[in-house]
């Protein structure tokens, strides 16, 4: 395989995005749109209603660290289950219908792009600095891993910098790495291809010989 320019790490992305391809063909777009967002409305439900069910669950419990997770896990539990419940009746009528052959072809596009993301994010979080400087060999000479460092600077640069901590300090050298490469390439062409010289500007009016036969026309006519 390193004959054709493919390392380790380029198979384990490929297989983990062919995976995430046929989950997404089996699973169909709508159902597995819906059960992620099943799952993130249940915990912007727990964050906006944490406070209003604290009240409640602290008159019982006294401790109010217990009594903020139960709080918590009971707002978010509730909230899943019936968003579940709701995913799973639209999905179940969309695969009735006869958009379900439509209904796979997105999904096996939304799983590779899910799958792409999550590759990323677990780049971005996962893997330190040093691993980045100097990475294994079996990653090394790898042609997805320039694409997943750029997708994670990307997930990078929507996120705040008190999340990502160290891992920030890491992406903006390869980032810096990455425009020293460019710049030196852009240098090279550059040398390469040399400007062509300007051509000298054309002498304007008469030549001598014009001029000669000129005068003698106007000697002519006089």
């Known amino acids: 395989m390193e004959n054709l320019g493919i390392s380790p790490l380029d198979l384990i992305v490929l297989g983990i995005l062919i995976f995430g391809a ?8 709508v159902r597995g ?3 992620l967002l099943s799952w993130a409305g249940a915990i912007i439900i727990t964050i906006y209603g944490f406070s209003s069910i604290t009240i409640y669950s602290r008159k019982y419990i006294e401790n109010e660290l217990l009594a ?5 896990a009971v707002v978010f539990l509730v909230s899943l ?11 179940s009528w969309v695969r009735s219908g006869s958009l379900n052959a439509i209904d796979r072809s997105f999904g096996l596009l939304a799983g590779i792009i899910t799958t792409a ?3 990323a994010v677990v780049n971005l979080f996962v893997f330190n600095d ?3 400087a100097s990475p294994p060999d079996w990653a090394k000479n790898s042609r997805s891993r320039p694409v997943i460092d750029s997708a994670s600077l990307l997930i990078r640069d929507l996120l705040p910098s008190s999340i990502l901590g160290s891992t920030s300090k890491g992406l903006n050298e390869i980032r810096a790495r990455t425009k020293s490469i460019e710049e030196t390439k852009n240098a090279l062409d550059r040398l390469s291809k040399p400007p062509k010289l300007l051509s000298a500007p054309k002498k304007q009016g008469y030549s001598e010989p014009e001029r000669q036969e000129l005068d003698r026309l106007i000697q002519k006519n006089n």
């Open 68 to 72: 903020d997770i139960v709080g918590g």
């Open 117 to 119: 993301v999550a590759l």
């Open 130 to 132: 040093s691993w980045r």
């Open 33 to 35: 749109g819906l059960f």
């Open 81 to 91: 289950v019936i968003l579940h419940l709701i995913s799973q009746m639209l999905s």
């Open 22 to 29: 046929l989950t997404g063909l089996v699973t169909g777009f």
